[in-house]
């Protein structure tokens, strides 16, 4: 049965690429230029469900199942040679309004932060022209990204490093303003990727996971194990091959809640139900998401 005792959340913590934009797509074009370069066929999300934010590791099991000659080494250099074109990022729907709600009608404030595996050179090139990104997150100090000095010697996800580094972040900013120091499960984490997913569920935080569709459909008939953080449970890489038709169709209009209440799976966060989180607004929400125009209203769990 699901927990429905958790604490008000007083942070939000947000991946990048897949979450707040749609760089997903364009590392998918990257991928597939090389590896049609060598005669290979398109990159498909099966795979890529177990590459995707993993660092090496992930990398190492690309080119496995490529069979290519090629070295970690030599495939981030020929996808560097394509870096230019993440300058044609776009913010994913329903990210603008998150956002902005997030940042400036919540009260008392939600602390926002970022924490992203790619690089902080990277981030900027992809983000530097859209103004809702750099607004909601103004503060350099709440950036962790894969490149940080402190993520030296840590690990990527699924470990959890990042995002205790983040909380840590946050705290150290959180005691200067005068204000209790936070605690792991009042922190929210949008996280597109499943490793993503696991890494925030063992930082003891709570998820919402907004696959790529690619994504939602070779893990249909698994978003519950994805959920729970437990694809890996058994030490095995997991084969993510689809399974339930027209589960996906169903997921674009509703959610799907974890066991335990933790996480959480939508399609786009279009609509985001801030009636689900015991977020204070200063503005009425609707049903579905919609932000009205009333005075402060204090919100619930559902």
Not at 107 to 118: E, G, I, M, N, T
């Amino acid at each position: 049965m699901a927990a429905t005792n958790f604490p008000p959340l007083r942070a939000c913590i947000f991946d990048v690429d897949g979450t707040l934009i749609n760089s997903e797509d364009i590392y998918t074009d990257i991928y597939n230029e090389i590896l049609h370069s060598y005669g290979k066929p398109a990159y498909p999300w099966a795979i890529k469900a177990t590459q995707q934010s993993r660092g090496t590791p992930g990398t190492q099991r690309l080119l496995a199942w490529a069979q290519l000659p090629l070295s970690v080494a030599d495939w981030k250099a020929k996808e560097k040679a394509y870096t230019h074109l993440f300058k044609n990022s776009k913010i994913l729907p329903g990210v603008e309004t998150l956002l902005t709600t997030l940042s400036t009608q919540t009260s008392p404030p939600v602390k926002l932060a970022l924490a992203s595996s790619a690089g902080h050179a990277l981030f900027d090139l992809k983000t530097s022209h859209i103004p809702a990104i750099s607004a909601a997150f103004h503060n350099p100090a709440l950036h962790v990204f894969g490149d940080d000095p402190e993520m030296a010697g840590c690990e990527k996800k699924p470990n959890p490093d990042i995002f205790l580094l983040t909380l840590r972040r946050l705290n150290e900013a959180t005691v200067k303003e005068g204000e209790a120091e936070l605690r792991a499960e009042e922190c929210l984490v949008f996280e597109d990727s499943i490793a993503g997913v696991e890494a925030a569920r063992r930082a003891g935080m709570r998820v919402v996971w907004v696959p790529h569709p690619g994504l939602a459909e070779a893990c249909a008939g698994k978003e519950m194990d994805v959920l729970m953080g437990r694809t890996e449970d058994d030490g095995k890489v997991p084969e993510f091959l689809g399974g339930v038709v027209g589960k996906l169709e169903a997921y674009e209009s509703d959610r799907v809640l974890s066991e335990d209440g933790r996480a959480e799976m939508v399609m786009s966060l279009e609509g985001f139900r801030y009636t689900s989180y015991e977020f204070s607004l200063k503005i009425d929400v609707q049903e579905g998401g919609d932000v009205g125009i009333a005075s402060k209203s204090g919100l619930t769990s559902s």
